[in-house]
């Protein structure tokens, strides 16, 4: 049963026929000679995409294109002249087919049309790659083509430039091409929890897209992939579906089923694995004479990734404690003259390997602030965790405070004496930490931090349980880059004033 409302069966009836006999015909042609046909060896066809869709995975990949051509003018145009002399102008009509080339190869035109988020922070790491092999080639041609060589400075700048465009022309063009183009229409396939999930996910905005129809799949468990495929294909045909996100769990249908039928629809596809769910992303491929196995990385970090977190947070901390000096100081004056009060609050909370430590932020409360906390536990809007929007509580400065995240600069030096991390799990308070249980407590494993997932995705918005298992995967997963990127994004969650 399909669980969309007005969608009639009967209009698809012949098409849904006719694919199916397709489909038959398909195995009998790739079974092995005197063996039946199964539907496990059935081939994996590719539909033929919408107009919508195709037109969407057009538009970012020629706008990637053209940023990369726009990037290799100015290097040659611009960066190299300003770095050296005798560059010649021709350049540029080798330096543009080139820098394609190159991002062709390293696969930086193919993976908008695969995901749901187009972000070009995860793509970064490949982009300084693409930098540097487009800096070194065009280091050759210059060098070759004129008589003047360029020092190992010049190559530094122009690597540089070369990378800090191409980040900044990507995310300038796929903001663009975001606001130019319509929301990626999405149907759900999965258990009805699954569904709701990914429903909220995607309406929590930041991504270009919204679920258009669901396909519970524990309708279809009993009658088989026959209906199955049917219903899928009303629903893509009836709600104009451009990406099918398949969320099967393990005791549902086949997986594989599952996207052989939205390949024959001609949908972009997207699949939550469920073992991610306890080992994140952090696998590594291993292939064996055709055989794929997943090597499943360490939990935790090594002595020596303790030593560079550490070392990345002392260094940032002391960075972000000079620059932030002056406005440290103006908020504790503004403190001072708002209400009578210390102007720092501390509160005990439990950081790594459960051991507890004193947090220090800018007062943004009344003093007696934890005295009425009893008294206004009705008026708690979070499940888990004691969260009040209109907390009567928070003076005004403390208001502004709260609202642009500045009461948490104070946390700088909770970093500076090793309590704290610049990103990590959440500090939770003591009776908060004690809700926390099972494989909930390796969070611990890693220093909790100033900012994290939590953050950047509102933290007063997400269930304590939900938040509990972003904290396991980010010490699943941790690497050096991610939390560099969780800090680039904190940026500009502070800016739009969601601290709140």
Known sequence: MVTTDGTDREDVAEATDRRTGEERRAARRFARPGTRAVRRTWPITEGSAGRATSARDWRYRWMLRGVDAVVAVIVTLVVLPAVADGTHPLTALVAVPLIVVLSKVIGLYD???????KTTLDEAPRLLEAAALFTSLLWLLHDGATSVELDATDVMLTWTATFALLLLGRVAGRAQVRRATARERCLVVGEHASIEAIRQKLAAGGVNAEVVAALPLDRHTASGGADLAKDFRVLVRGHDVHRAILAPSSASTDTLDLIRIAKHAGVRVSVVPRMLEVVGSSVEFDHLHGLTMLGVRRFGLSRSSHLLKRGFDVIGASIMLTFSAPVM?????????????????RQTRVGKDGTRFQML??????????????????????????????????????????????????????VWRGEMSLVGPRPLVVDEDAQVLGFGRHRLHLTPGMTGHWQILGSARIPMQEMIGIDYLYVANWSLWSDIKILLRTIPYMFASRGM
């Open 361 to 414: 932020k800018f007062r943004s409360m009344v003093e007696d602030a934890e005295a009425q906390k009893d008294t206004l536990r009705h008026l708690n809007e979070s499940n888990g965790l004691f969260k009040i929007e209109a907390d009567p509580r928070i003076t005004r400065v403390g208001r502004f405070l709260r609202r642009t995240s500045l009461d948490e600069l104070a946390q700088l030096l909770n």
């Open 329 to 345: 100081l103006a908020i504790m004056a503004a403190i001072r003259l708002d209400t009578p009060g210390p102007v720092f609050f």
């Open 111 to 117: 993976r908008d049309e695969l995901v749901l988020n």
